[in-house]
DNA sequence: GTCTATAAGAAGATAGAC
DNA sequence: GTCTATCTTCTTATAGAC
């Protein structure tokens, strides 16, 4: 990894950690082991720095964007998957779903730095909800509402259905990320949510 | 009000938009319509202000503490209220709920700071987890077990119940949080989440 | 590309008149 | 209690040697 790309890790971790306003340039420059005038040969200032970490998200972002095939998830695969869908299939869904979010390494510091943004900067509070809130909800949607079709489970409201599936995953994840130690927990609340949850609408049962 | 609490009060709005370091004395001192060092004859520093703000929260939270009595909820009142409870009931206990948090005008601004500050204070993590998920949790789960144990509800798992009910009221707060436009969408799902609840764990359908 | 030295500017805070 | 003037410190950024 050479140095242009240390700068960027290393800020990324920071912003994530203080927020842009909080971090120094030396400071930067210090976790990567040079002073901070070198720092400016690689980045023209501190907001270019911003700006690279930006850009490399949306690049990552667009990359595993229809792409959200996280654990397996495709609305558009094979029918047979969705139409017999299991209680451990779904358990395997979400928990997919919510251990992708909590620890990939880029994600999980730029959604930090979302949440700390979020009321200063109205284009990061867009993206927070479209990757939090509306994303998440709207692939889940498309696949529940296959599933419903498909007569795996039973109920005209998706959205509904939708929203209580994925709420938890949402509140527990924010959690995690403020306070790591309980994603042992989390886990478990998530599982037993995924179980009940597959008890209440599906068919199969 | 005085001059010493409009300094207080104009500090919490814009700590709650660009949290704290982002916020300049003079910033603060011109919305309040007087010059910097005029503010120096209020408060010590700008640290002061803000621990003025921590200070306010603390007495405000202690005064509606056990008084979590949003919206009429207690637990240990009258048993009769919860052994009968009807569907616009719960609607009404969680609306209540949420339009509290939300538009409460001290809470509200200060759940921003504790947003913003949350990776960066240790403290305001405490205080973010014990108030937005540990606490209303803990309480709703009073009442759910309250409930289940005089027949209102039927169901075991008392904690995973809990979740189900107040996390799709937490998601939906920190989306209107950063995006006050949906509140009525929000509102309008979380009514219909509420009715799905009864419906599924009520046992007077 | 990295360093030391340093400029330039911003922001917090104080002094002292009114 | 508010002001203008000013000090101090911190931070960003540049200059120029190696």
Redesign the pocket.
């Known amino acids: 990894m050479n140095?242009?790309h240390r700068i960027l890790d290393e800020a990324l971790t920071l912003f994530a950690q203080k927020g842009y306003a909080n971090?120094?340039?030396?400071?930067i420059?210090e976790k990567v082991?040079?002073?901070?005038?070198?720092?400016?040969?690689?980045y023209?200032?501190?907001?270019a720095i911003f700006d690279a970490i930006i850009d490399e998200m949306n690049k990552r972002y667009e990359k595993q964007a229809g792409a959200l095939n996280i654990s397996g998830m495709n609305p558009s695969a094979d029918a047979s998957v969705y139409s017999s869908i299991s209680e451990d299939k779904l358990v395997e869904i979400g928990t997919g779903l919510f251990l992708y979010f909590l620890h990939d390494d880029y994600t999980s510091r730029f959604r930090k730095i979302l949440t700390i943004e979020q009321f200063h900067n109205k284009e990061f509070a867009n993206i927070y909800t479209s990757q939090y809130v509306d994303g998440p909800i709207s692939y889940q949607k498309m696949l529940f509402q296959f599933m419903v079709a498909s007569g795996a489970f039973n109920h005209a409201d998706v959205d509904l259905m939708t929203l209580q599936f994925y709420a938890p995953i949402y509140m527990l994840l924010t959690l995690c990320d403020r306070e790591p130690d309980r994603e042992a927990e989390a886990l478990e609340m998530l599982e037993k949510h995924f179980r009940q949850f597959s008890k209440i609408y599906g068919d199969t049962q």
Chains 1, 2 share one sequence.
């Open positions: 140095t242009k971090v120094y340039v030396g400071e420059a082991g040079i002073k901070a005038p070198s720092l400016y040969k690689h023209k200032n501190k907001q």
